[in-house]
């Protein structure tokens, strides 16, 4: 386990979304929506700034995407490899809450 | 999302700081788009709100959170700017909560649709009557009249006390003296307001003010483009200039710049535009749309000193005060005899000035009316109220099982406090709305029957005061809603409420008590106001009922007026001659006269009459001054075609076009000056002492011509035509008055016909049915009466409603009862009558407590009242009968209903 401070929740969605594709605001909106069945609603302004500091940490970078037709298209994010180790460690810190509570059975083993 | 949501989202975007929104702006705004649209697929149309609210958050929280983290480091770690996202969280759970809420009360209203309905009916009638009548009260009375610091335009009138005139015009010399006098105007104009023909081929009538340059000055609003009225612009043979409304600008000129500099003709004279006003701009309510300037002669100043025209609008100096000008006019009214050597000088007994706000003199007179109409709706909404409260309270103990089951299971207190608050919230915004629908179709409605019959009406609109005084009222009802029915959700009563198997034995005393007092305040309430609207009633079928002093049945009128420019005396009086007698020829016309005034009611002229047999060296002062309060210039066959009856003496005939000058008079002159002589052969000179005698040949009946309701003035008769050979003036505007069977539609192209032979430039102003000119002369009694009387009915249905309503619940509660006792041997009738005596005798207490109400409050009628009593007996004796007969109706159904329980069945049931 690692003694980093857990990411926070939100960060850890959006840093999920971006784990096998690259995408833009919006579809990391919808991919966390669907995911979290309806769940997590993000809303724009926060979206964008929390997707701004990610950035600012290192944990995604923005990138070319896929070519577009239109001029205004959206700016695209991926993952980093900072990105990939904090979505890594926060994934392993759950793991590991989750394998507490199968042994305290308040989960059923798999 | 559409365009204008896209437009609002992005504006709500400039709280962002620039550079973040500069880079995120557009994906932002695409975002927005999809987070409405899934809320609206989450929750339905509650959801575009909850996702603008959430959107709204959104951009604010990210703006904090933004901004906080460009701050230094050192700040507090409270700011932490994720934190933010937790509370936007609760910010969520919040919101979630509150479309529950939401929902489950519409769907617990829509289960009971009967119910909801009469609430929200109930509401909307009393909110919405309360808005209309607040939006006319509001801009009529409250509202400051539209100029700059209107708190120091006064009305500067003169008062004739001998003659008995307490508001009249001013000449032009005592406007300039005064003007130049006093000490406590900083500017006093001028004005007359006068029809004119407006263009040609063919000209229109427009309502124009001849005014003095002090006049816009005074006012104070600066023109919309080019400039007031200068001293150049009213000195003799100055060009003829004129400045537009905005209204007639838009009319005449399509709103276009350029209309600056042309030339418009004004009575057939070409005038140059020289300034557009605002929107709206008038002077006392006169609804002038072209201002053009006065001409003044100082040349002539001391033969125009008794031609009293003109109204005074001054703006006092700031800091001195209406009392100030006051004491100062009683100073200007002692030196005017010395300053100026005439025998008609202001004076401070019989020719005195008077200073009046501006404001209040042209609402004063409606300001009562509204006020008591106000007061009306007001009660027509504590009605409402009542009944509202006494639905929730039955409402509320039907359900109290369910409240009790869902406590029970765990729903704490201030969860179905909030329901039930919720509950409120809905019906009352419901009611709001449907009210402020109903207002605003009702504002429309009643200024387009009455434009005229209130002043400053062209104001009136549901503005956004008016929308938070209906909200304001609405709130009040929500927390009505709220509190009654809490009042009944005790911790106690939960638990009983469940123990009890339903029965309705547990009717608290107090409740009981309570609805009593509703049906006893609601009766009350009705009874005033219907008392009030009775009184109005009885007091216009009695102004109806005024004897007008002429056949007003099968007359028709129209308005012709000859531009001054183009017609001097002789052809004034000869055009009116020919105009009659070409109506007269058209088949179906019985008779045919032109007069210069239109009775019932028209201004005063009050002209002096030198009558030959008082003599003229009579010491100032003594009565009867020689003033005749009505001039009537006619054609011949003007008593016939009225059908005004000849008291002695004749009337005009066709040998007196031409011939000696003769005057006829009504009872009310010869009453005043003549009472002591034959008034057949008495001579009165109408043009000062070097001019002809006219003789009196016959005395007429008394027509009204100051109003219905006032008494007929002294009037003497002039012939038209006789007027341009012995006086040298004749007039210019006449009314046409035809007596025929024929309908006005079957007349009208024969007036438009006959006039335009003589001269296709002229219009024929108001044509319409003399029935028409009577019935707009008591437009304001009809508008009071009509409005009041609504009200009244609206009250009395109401309270019928909810007598109705509680009786028929206290029947249902003690159902029960009941049928045990009927079990027991008690017989129907007694039943029936139980039932009826409850519901009777407290409606008689309502009775006996609305009419001692009314006595004491129908004073503040008075004014309104025509020939009727503040306390008439037999209105109040009538209100109590219809009163005692919706109450008794009001009883009988559930009393009737009561009597046939059947006990076999309510004790089965249990």
Redesign the interface.
């Known amino acids: 386990m690692s003694t980093a401070p857990p990411l926070p929740p939100h960060w850890f969605q959006m840093l999920l979304a971006l784990a096998d594709r690259d995408l833009h605001g919006l579809g990391v909106m919808q991919d966390v929506l669907e995911r979290s069945g309806g769940a997590i609603r993000l809303w724009p302004a926060m979206l964008y700034r929390n997707l701004q500091r990610l950035e600012r940490e290192g944990l995604i970078a923005e990138t070319a995407g896929p070519p577009a037709p239109e001029a205004g298209r959206p700016r695209y994010y991926r993952l980093t490899a900072a990105g990939r180790r904090a979505c890594a460690v926060e994934a392993e810190r759950l793991a590991g809450l989750v394998a507490v509570a199968r042994t305290r059975r308040i989960l059923k083993k798999v | 999302m559409h365009e204008s949501s896209r437009r609002a989202y992005r504006l709500l975007?400039r709280l962002?700081p620039a550079g973040?929104r500069d880079?995120?702006g557009?994906?932002?705004e695409?975002?927005?788009a999809?987070?409405v649209a899934?809320e609206r697929s989450?929750l339905g149309v509650l959801g575009v709100a909850v996702g603008w609210a959430?959107?709204i958050?959104?951009?604010v929280?990210?703006?904090i959170?933004?901004r906080r983290?460009r701050r230094p480091a050192y700040l507090p770690a409270s700011v932490d700017p994720?934190r933010?996202?937790a509370t936007?969280g609760a910010i969520?759970g919040l919101m979630d909560n509150l479309v529950k809420d939401l929902r489950y009360a519409i769907r617990a209203l829509r289960r009971q649709p009967g119910f909801t309905l009469v609430v929200i009916l109930t509401l909307a009638l009393g909110i919405g009557a309360n808005t209309a009548v607040f939006s006319v009260l509001d801009a009529v009375v409250l509202r400051p009249l539209p100029y700059p610091h209107p708190e120091q335009l006064q009305l500067i009138t003169s008062q004739f006390p001998n003659i008995g005139f307490d508001q009249f015009w001013v000449s032009v010399p005592e406007y300039a003296e005064y003007r130049d006098n006093n000490r406590s105007f900083e500017s006093v104009g001028g004005y007359r307001a006068n029809e004119v023909n407006l263009g040609t081929d063919p000209p229109t009538r427009v309502m124009s003010g001849l005014v003095t340059p002090e006049l816009m000055p005074a006012l104070g609003t600066p023109p919309l483009a080019g400039r007031w009225f200068t001293a150049d612009d009213s000195v003799p043979h100055a060009e003829d200039v004129a400045i537009l409304s905005w209204e007639l600008w838009q009319r005449s000129f399509a709103g276009n710049q350029s209309a600056l500099g042309q030339t418009i003709k004004v009575n057939g004279v070409s005038t140059r535009v020289v300034g557009i006003m605002p929107r709206g701009y008038d002077v006392h309510d006169e609804k002038i749309e072209l201002w053009l300037p006065l001409t003044i002669d100082p040349a002539t100043f001391p033969r125009n000193r008794g031609s009293h025209f003109l109204y005074l609008v001054g703006r006092l100096k700031s800091g001195v005060t209406i009392e100030q000008a006051r004491a100062d006019l009683e100073v200007q009214l002692k030196q005017w005899a010395i300053r100026v050597p005439n025998t008609h000088v202001p004076n401070q007994t019989t020719h005195r000035f008077r200073i009046d706000p501006l404001k209040e003199d042209m609402v004063g007179s409606v300001r009562r009316a509204l006020l008591i109409l106000q007061g009306a709706v007001a009660f027509v909404l504590i009605i409402a109220c009542a009944n509202l409260a006494n639905l929730l309270i039955a409402r509320a103990d039907s359900r109290m099982r369910e409240y009790a089951l869902r406590s029970a299971l765990g729903a704490s207190r201030t969860r179905l406090l909030r329901q039930l608050l919720t509950e409120g919230l809905v019906l009352s915004l419901a009611g709001a709305a449907a009210g402020w629908a109903l207002a605003w179709g009702g504002l429309k409605l009643l200024l387009s029957v009455n434009p005229t019959a209130i002043p400053r009406s062209s104001e009136v609109s549901l503005d956004w005061g008016v929308m938070a005084f209906t909200l304001g009222v609405a709130g009040a009802t929500a927390l009505i809603f709220g509190v009654v029915p809490l009042l009944h959700l005790g911790h106690d009563r939960v638990g009983r409420a469940l123990k009890d198997s339903g029965s309705r034995s547990s009717t608290g005393s107090v409740r009981a008590g309570l609805r009593s007092v509703l049906v006893v305040g609601e009766v009350a309430i009705a009874v005033l106001l219907v008392v009030g609207a009775g009184l109005l009633i009885r007091s216009f079928l009695n102004l109806m009922r005024v004897d007008v002093g002429f056949n007003r049945s099968q007359l028709t009128t129209f308005g012709v007026v000859l531009p001054n420019a183009s017609y001097d005396p002789a052809h004034q009086a000869a055009f009116f001659d020919q105009l009659t007698d070409k109506i007269r020829e058209v088949p179906g016309v019985q008779s045919v006269s032109a007069m210069s005034g239109l009775p019932p009611l028209r201004d005063v002229n009050a002209n002096d009459t030198d009558f030959e047999h008082i003599p003229n060296n009579r010491p100032p002062g003594t009565l009867p001054i020689e003033n005749v309060d009505f001039w009537q210039a006619v054609t011949v066959g003007y008593a016939e075609t009225m059908g005004i009856p000849v008291v002695k003496g004749r009337s005009f005939e066709a040998r007196d076009n031409g011939g000696p000058p003769v005057v006829l008079v009504n009872e009310a002159l010869v009453q005043k000056f003549l009472a002591d002589v034959d008034p057949i052969g008495q001579r009165l000179q109408i043009n000062g002492p070097k001019s002809p005698y006219f003789t009196i040949v016959g005395v007429l009946k008394d027509v009204k011509q100051g109003g219905v309701d006032a008494r007929a003035g002294t009037e003497l008769y002039l012939l038209n035509d006789q007027l341009p050979s012995n006086v040298q003036y004749a007039y210019n505007q006449m009314n046409v008055v035809v007596r025929s069977t024929l309908p006005l539609e079957r007349l009208a192209p024969q007036y438009r016909r006959a006039v335009s032979e003589l001269d296709p430039t002229l219009p024929l102003i108001k044509l319409r049915s003399m029935e028409d000119v009577i019935d707009a002369s008591v437009a304001r009694p009809r508008f009071m009466t009509l409005l009041l009387g609504i009200f009244a009915g609206l009250a009395l249905v109401l309270a019928a409603i909810g007598t109705y309503g509680i009786l028929s619940y206290l029947v249902a509660e003690r159902h029960q009862e009941i049928g045990i006792r009927m079990a027991l041997g008690a017989d129907r009738g007694e039943i029936l009558w139980s039932v009826l005596a409850r519901g009777l005798s407290l409606s008689a207490v309502g009775l006996a407590i609305g009419l001692a109400l009314s006595i004491a409050l129908s004073r503040v009628l008075r004014t309104l009242l025509f020939d009727v009593a503040p306390n008439d007996p037999a209105t109040i004796v009538l209100v109590a009968g219809i009163i005692a007969t919706v109450a008794a109706m009001a009883c009988l159904v559930p009393a009737w209903r009561a009597a046939r329980v059947d006990p076999i069945v309510v004790l089965r049931g249990d």
């Open positions: 975007l962002l973040f880079r995120a557009a994906e932002l695409e975002a927005a999809a987070c899934r989450r959430r959107l958050a959104d951009v929280g990210a703006s959170a933004i983290e994720d933010l996202v936007q969520e």
